[in-house]
């Protein structure tokens, strides 16, 4: 059995301890000291990072009354540990200021936190009932209150027959002792992990986005120093944005929706002067060769420019492209089938496609000269 050094004091960083077992296990080992100061995963919360001696540890874990610690390399007899502090301490703060956010949540709406995950950038909490936007920024604003007051986060461990007088939330059935944690103003909640003595250390929580999930909603949280690192990667994409668009960081959005109508205006402009050029390339042709080349490589210009060309003449023949990627083609007639003109076209020009006997789109392999040469020699 391990002695849990973390229950004590979970602000140790270094201790020492005597290795009681070290097996192999793969390419790893697993080490079981007397006492151990490192999380093991559980409660939503992973396992912590360090080392043991010299002895890289990876990954830390429960096994009965043990901790295991999984490591790199093997170690024995008296050492010294070190928890990886800026792992943990991220760790604190992203399950303490869940127990702010799901306690407060819970009170303003009666729904229950029905599932939780720590992960490696953010942290998802689900609830069980749909939460609308204004909710969800009172919640946002209370927890961020809550740690600005700067409340203890305490421990209570109730004896058996207490534990009734006590509401608190949990998100699965406990055996044995239960260990309460309390926050002032915002949580009372069973819970194992590891949380920040006060809440001003979790530093701030920040809901970025939120979506409907089963019967509630999933809930995704920056808190700590990841919603700092999101605030940072948000102010510089918000700063190039800015500068690219030469409009204030407070007014990019605007911005961006003048641009996109500018930009679909101008491709409405686009398409009518494309109609126009097609027509005068119509003019062009003759009932001997009614085939028109076009260089954007579009499908659709292809079946427009075919369709004008099924306006003039029987059947109408267009090519999308180049040489050099190939060319998108459309055979369309508003009188005959022309299923067994695609497949004429897709055998001499090393070409696939099909469609109904009103129109055939497809691409072929051939450069310019060749497929002119097909239509020259007849189809
Ligand atoms: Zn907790």
Redesign the pocket.
């Known amino acids: 059995m391990t002695e849990r050094l973390y229950r004590e004091d979970q602000y140790i960083k270094e201790f020492g301890a005597k290795v009681m077992s070290c097996e192999k296990a793969k390419d790893r080992y697993e080490i079981i000291l007397d006492r151990s100061a490192f999380y093991p995963e559980g409660?939503?919360?992973p396992g912590d990072r360090g080392f043991i001696g010299p002895s890289k540890v990876i990954d830390t874990a429960e096994r009965g009354e043990d901790i295991i610690h999984i490591c790199e390399s093997p170690a024995e007899g008296e050492v010294i540990c070190a928890v990886d502090w800026d792992y943990r301490f991220l760790n604190m703060q992203q399950?303490?200021g869940?127990?702010i956010f799901s306690g407060i949540l819970h009170s303003l709406t009666g729904f229950d936190n029905v599932g939780f995950h720590m992960g490696e950038s953010e942290v998802t909490v689900d609830f069980s009932g749909p939460v609308s936007r204004e909710i969800l920024s009172e919640t946002e604003k209370k927890s961020n209150e809550i740690i600005w007051k700067n409340v203890p986060v305490t421990e209570i461990y109730p004896a058996g027959d207490e534990l009734g007088n006590y509401d608190y939330r949990s998100k699965k059935e406990i055996s044995g002792q239960v260990r309460l944690?309390k926050i002032e103003g915002a949580d009372l909640?069973a819970?194992?992990?590891?949380?920040t003595a006060y809440t001003g250390e979790v530093g701030m929580i920040k809901a970025v986005s939120m979506m409907n999930y089963k019967q509630g909603v999933r809930i995704t949280l920056k808190i700590g120093a990841r919603a700092l690192e999101d605030y940072r990667e948000k102010t510089e994409n918000a700063a190039k944005i800015s500068a690219s668009l030469c409009a204030k960081t407070g007014e990019i959005a605007d911005s961006v929706e003048k641009l996109k109508e500018k930009t679909a205006a101008e491709h409405l402009k686009y398409i009518e002067l494309k109609k126009k050029y097609f027509e005068l390339m119509c003019e062009k042709l003759t009932p001997e060769f009614p085939v028109l080349f076009d260089d954007s490589g579009s499908a659709d210009d292809a079946r427009i420019l075919a369709d004008m060309i099924a306006g003039k003449f029987p059947v109408g023949y267009a090519f999308s492209g180049n040489d050099e990627d190939g060319y998108k083609y459309a055979v369309v007639s508003h009188s005959t089938d022309v299923r067994e003109t695609g497949k004429k076209i897709n055998a001499a020009l090393s070409g696939r496609g099909g469609g109904k006997p009103e129109m055939i789109m497809g691409s072929v392999n051939a450069p310019r000269n060749e497929i002119e040469k097909v239509f020259d020699e007849g189809l």
Not at 191 to 195: Q, S
């Open positions: 409660g939503g919360q399950h303490t869940e127990h944690i909640c819970c194992c992990g590891t949380h």
